[in-house]
């Protein structure tokens, strides 16, 4: 048996996962997976309910499931409140205390969709990249930070880090899954700069000996942040650090045009992970039954493929999906002349029931 | 009497600056300037001649300059050698030991070249971003800094700092030239998760009371990442620290299609300045006599505007370019079509006739 725990979140979240559910319900049975569910509360909504953005009640649940599905959260109603308690901590305190270094985001542009992105056609038809992110170390969790007082006045700091079996364990998930696609791994550094980055440099570029078919590749992330725009299909794997995959990833994400359809996976060691949409918890169309579930669909994808190793479930609703968007189905996000406007529910259903 | 200092650099360097020289000698005759030129090493040019990419003697006549006219820099016959020696070291402590704190990098699209962006033309037509990029502090200059031993494996450090004053001094050069332009200056910082950025978002709103008129917004840098894919023309002004003004200024450098046009200005407090093309050294190309010399012309003119406050003589040079790419004169790098393609010197030559 496995244990699917589910963290709808804030905004927008309950509703998207929700939708995400129910299809699960439907692979359950369909698949005869012995799968069990249960819920609990992160974020804004775990500060308004219990003063913690991670109750110790909700982190004892993650710790004990095989596979976390994760809405979005926060919000402009948690924004004023301090630091330890603003939901987005309750998010990294998760990743950190599960281990969940290795964050996988695909940057898939939809042939359906093609025409949602801001780039021309010719330029990102079929872009499939994956972005791999070191996700508990580097400059999110470096010591000493903070601020403090220095010659009568405010100083800032924080501090970028990384040892090298760091580096070395996600470069070996690139490098993983690099195989089972085009085989080609971009580290993206800025080595003429940063000593931590020069270390990464060459612990990626030793870690690599070992992948001997694998065709690796450097660059400085202002340039990595120049080639997604100039001509992103040049790229299969990209790996880099915390805050390079941040700002990467969600430049990547936004050449598709549909961040609304991105799933994300984040995973430890041994392949348990917490999956989530890329797009945030959007406050302004929270409630409002209209915003899109496709992307958390796709997460439910990746747990399938990555947690519970069942890669024809995943295959199954990634087909699902897609041949809803065949016939036209849209949400507000991504619906353009032609196609049928549909609101959330609708759009999960819809999804269900081709699965 | 104002004296420029020309430093020609590596690469492609010495052939484009050799055009900016051509046209300030232009406009020193046709405008009475009383400007004396001089010349000195830096970069690869500088290690090979004097093994340090700053001699001394460099830095001294920088020091006595009131601007700088830079080429480029670096390329892969200096990767290999210590990191103290590499070429972009010379620069980095260029910037540092002038003060050259403010670093003005304009996007935008000329609309001439409008079809070489790899974005749909009706989300880039009429672009024009400046983003003002912290350029003497932030995580390139923080200490401590390095390569250390612990527990048996190697750890790399860099430290991201920015003292209040810092930040001030920063955020009043983005209102000063928002108050020029449409009033609009979006902070970029990563609040939610580093602490040096929260107290920059604090200053920077702080700073913002003194100038009533300015709109000020925030935006965390993986979405402005995205954003500027989406929608580049929401943006006036951009003002962040050294690492995010690195990596948004050539993403935003790129949605024009034309990095080979875009100049740069690093001033001090004084408005002394080096003006530099945003572009590299381009390695590949050197020596070929095809590289484009515009983004060196254009930083010509920046120069003229900030450091000798001939604002005319700036117009002039501006009006010269677009002239020129009015005729349908265009180097390799931007060639398309029904376009003439022409090499570094023709189009120098162009430029310095219209003018
Ligand atoms: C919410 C925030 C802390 C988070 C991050 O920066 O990691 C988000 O931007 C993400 O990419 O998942
Ligand atoms: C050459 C390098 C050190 C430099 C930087 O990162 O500042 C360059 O990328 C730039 O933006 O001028």
Request: negative net charge; glycine residues 10%.
């Amino acid at each position: 048996m496995s244990k699917v725990l589910v963290l709808p979140g804030d905004g927008i979240g309950p509703e998207i996962v929700n939708e995400a559910v129910k299809v699960l319900n439907v692979a359950k049975e369909k698949f005869g997976l012995d799968v069990e569910l249960d819920e609990a509360l992160v974020g804004g909504a775990a500060v308004d309910a219990e003063g913690d953005p991670l109750p110790e009640g909700t982190l004892e649940k993650a710790r004990a499931a095989d596979a976390i599905l994760f809405g979005s959260i926060g919000g402009p109603k948690w924004d004023a409140i301090e630091r330890d308690k603003r939901p987005e901590r309750g998010l990294l305190r998760l990743r950190s205390s599960l281990g969940l270094f290795a964050n996988l985001r695909p940057a898939i542009l939809f042939p359906q969709l093609a025409d949602a992105s801001s780039l021309k056609p010719e330029v990102v038809s079929g872009l499939d990249i994956l972005i791999v992110r070191e996700l508990t170390g580097g400059i999110y969790f470096g010591q000493p930070r903070g601020i403090k007082e220095e010659n009568g006045e405010r100083v800032g700091f924080n501090t970028y880090v990384y040892s090298e079996s760091e580096m070395r364990r996600i470069a070996k998930v690139a490098f993983e899954l690099a195989m089972k696609r085009d085989k080609r791994v971009l580290s993206v550094d800025k080595a003429n700069v940063l000593e931590v980055t020069e270390l990464w440099k060459e612990v990626v570029t030793e870690e690599a000996k070992n992948y001997p078919e694998i065709q690796l590749s450097h660059m400085y992330v202002d340039n990595a942040a120049m080639q997604l725009v100039r001509a992103p299909k040049q790229f299969d794997v990209i790996v880099t650090g915390n805050l390079f995959g941040d700002i990467l990833s969600d430049e990547a994400a936004m050449l598709t045009g549909s961040i609304g359809m991105l799933p994300s996976a984040s995973l430890d060691e041994n392949r348990k992970g917490l999956y989530e949409p890329c797009h945030g918890s959007a406050p302004d169309i929270a409630g409002q039954g209209i915003a899109n579930p496709l992307a958390t669909i796709m997460s439910l994808a990746m747990l399938m493929r990555y947690s519970l190793e069942r890669g024809d479930v995943a295959d199954a609703i990634e087909a699902a999906v897609e041949s809803v968007l065949d016939k036209g189905l849209r949400t507000a996000d991504i619906h353009t002349e032609g196609t049928r406007k549909v609101g959330t529910e609708e759009m999960g259903n819809a999804v269900a029931e081709a699965l």
